[in-house]
């Protein structure tokens, strides 16, 4: 590959900025947002009635970073193919390939691979199709196509990055009386956002809210985006819940205190778009655990502080709270991590609590280090040591609790996810008087 002399033709090709994206929402979050998603009460006259609290929250694009980068193993035999793939999806690899090679689905023989992690970037199969027509083209002899580190990170089907623009009225009892959400994305149709970088109209707390609006403006762009660890969720719970928390410290209230009140009477709400079914009731409960576990309120010395955050996704219902200390140049432990939650019959613990503590770990990884930016449609980062992941001496303590329920049984694997950066931001807080807007946190100079 490195011996061909390519000649590119850039015409169509992306030349997306992040400075610029940066700002275009800045500028966007300013003015009214493009389209209301959903509103309910009287929002405007909420905010007119007291000082609004107000932030606009950053998240960056992150690349999957398999572990092992994409690959395959074709043969292509002239009336058939065999394949050897680590695919999330193999049928549609088998669809995808047939339609490739105008060959009848029962002449694609698949050897499905499971090894080397795909984490929502191999239910695209790109790296099939390629090492498929590869052999095609070579005469029809096996060959193995396996992409470097750099063509992995270089062309990913990237978490989307983003932007929340948040406003809230806080009442003389110290309640929130208004919420708005001004999400800000990305849309490569000009109409929608880009797959897996959208939020819904119902997104907590809009959903236990009767004065609220959510609404969004878009941002034109070519870098493909996809879904990625709880998807969408992962850093929906990173701006609502930090902003939750930035209301209740306006509001002078115990952070708890003040989302066990915002969730009121116990009650399944509609289901979201996925089905999933948002129960107050149990969201109360994992929270009053998360802090009755953590000893929410005890004296911490100096530099360290206590952070809760909740997120309902994939039909599980979580708080965690992280507890951190911060020295003078920035640098952040993570001390310890509590997680408690609600998704039903536990048939198998260990395994449920592993899944738990990976998207502990994960989720401090993404949090602290990891981005993808692009200038003039290139990617900046396309190797480890721009792209830090979390080394296993930051590891902090993690205690997993789940509540003896008979609801039926919902999603471990990324919902333990989406509450950990909103915890050790609202940590990080308390230990300093200082919040992070930005994903990850060393964009505003913190390390690990």
């Known amino acids: ?48 009635e007291t000082k609004p609290v107000e932030a606009l929250y950053t998240y960056h694009y992150v690349s999957h970073a398999d572990l092992e980068p994409q690959n395959c193993t074709a043969w292509f035999k002239g009336d058939s193919v065999e394949i050897w793939a680590p695919t999330q ?28 992690g795909g984490f929502g970037r191999r239910l695209a199969n790109d790296s099939v199709c390629e090492a498929v027509l590869v052999s095609k083209q070579a005469g029809g002899i ?18 989307s990055g ?9 009442d003389k009892s110290g309640k929130l009386a208004a919420y708005q959400n001004h999400f800000i994305g990305f849309t490569m149709d000009g109409k929608t956002p880009v797959s897996a970088g959208n939020i819904d109209k119902a997104e907590f707390p809009a959903n236990v809210l009767g004065n609220q609006r959510m609404a969004q403006s878009l941002i034109p762009s070519k870098i493909p985006t996809g879904p990625w660890r709880a998807p969408g969720s992962n850093v929906n719970a990173f701006c609502i819940q930090s902003f939750l928390n930035e209301c209740a410290v306006a509001a002078r209230r115990d952070y708890p205190e003040f989302l066990v009140e915002l969730m009121g009477e ?21 929270i009053k655990a998360v802090a009755e576990r953590a000893q929410w309120g005890r004296k911490l010395p100096a530099g360290r502080g206590l952070g809760l955050a909740f997120h309902f996704s994939h039909m599980g219902h979580f708080a965690e709270v992280a ?31 592993n899944q738990c503590q990976g998207s502990v770990i994960d989720a401090i990884s993404t949090a602290m280090g990891l ?14 040591d721009k792209y830090p992941i979390v080394r296993i001496d930051k590891a902090p303590q993690i205690d997993v609790h789940f509540l003896d329920t008979d609801y039926p049984p919902t999603g471990c694997g990324e919902p333990a996810f989406p509450p950990v950066a909103p915890a ?20 505003e100079g913190y390390s690990i």
């Open 266 to 286: 116990a009650r399944a709400l509609p289901p979201d778009p996925f089905g999933g079914v948002f129960h107050t009731g149990r969201a109360v409960s994992v």
């Open 323 to 353: 507890e951190v200390s911060v020295d003078a140049s920035r640098k952040v432990t993570v001390h310890k991590v509590w997680v408690v939650a609600d998704i039903g019959p536990i048939v198998n613990l260990s395994s449920a609590e």
């Open 424 to 443: 050790i931001a609202n940590a990080i807080f308390a230990a300093t008087g200082q919040r992070p807007r930005t994903l990850p946190f060393n964009v």
């Open 162 to 170: 983003g932007f929340q623009s948040f406003k809230a009225a806080i």
């Open 89 to 116: 999806t193999p049928q549609a690899a088998v669809d995808a390939i047939a339609a490739l090679l105008g060959l009848p689905k029962d002449k694609v023989l698949l050897h499905q691979l499971r090894g080397g």
């Open 142 to 159: 096996p060959v193995k196509v396996q992409w470097t580190r750099e063509d992995d990170m270089g062309f990913d089907y990237y978490r």
């Open 371 to 384: 981005k993808i930016t692009f200038e003039n449609g290139r990617v900046e980062q396309t190797n480890f």
């Open 1 to 48: 590959k490195k011996a061909l002399q390519v000649q590119w033709d850039e015409s169509n090709a992306s030349h997306d900025s992040w400075k610029a994206a940066v700002a275009e929402a800045k500028r966007l979050s300013a003015q009214k947002p493009a389209e209301v998603l959903g509103q309910a009460g009287n929002v405007d006259a909420a905010f007119a």
